[in-house]
């Protein structure tokens, strides 16, 4: 019989890994399927976006966060893992029990705000 993780399971373990975020927990999460909204914003521009893909190229050691949809991928926003100085992971203030939120400072001054639904 196959071990199957609950949902509560699940969410328990992406909790403990947002609470202890790191690159490679970033990476990782290119495999869990997740949904939710993106933010990177500088001193010139603020660029939002809905995501349900999460995509990690090995080679350009580029991470994507896109819409994917049947036919296309839309509005994806990517940067290279290489440029995280700071990246912390928290509940959401607001809604804990839905969103997981990730903050990530690039090294030039680019901020990367992710708001993942579990």
């Known amino acids: 019989m ?19 975020m790191n690159v490679s927990r970033l990476i990782q999460m290119s495999h869990f399927g997740l949904m939710g ?20 190229d090995e080679k350009s050691n580029v991470i ?11 509005g994806a926003i990517a940067f290279l893992v290489n440029a995280v ?15 997981l939120n990730v903050e990530i400072k690039l090294e030039n001054d680019t901020t990367v705000k992710i708001k993942i639904l579990y």
Do not use: W
């Not at 819409?67 to 991928?73: C, G, L, R």
């Open 64 to 74: 994507t966060f896109s819409v994917e949809e049947s036919q296309a991928s839309y």
């Open 37 to 56: 909204n993106i933010v990177l914003s500088n001193k010139m521009v603020c660029v939002e976006n809905a995501f349900n893909h999460i995509s990690y």
């Open 2 to 20: 196959k071990n199957e993780v609950t949902r509560e399971e699940a969410r328990q373990i992406l909790r403990k890994g947002i609470l202890d």
């Open 85 to 99: 100085v700071e990246i912390l992971g928290c509940e959401d203030k607001e809604n804990p029990e839905d969103y």
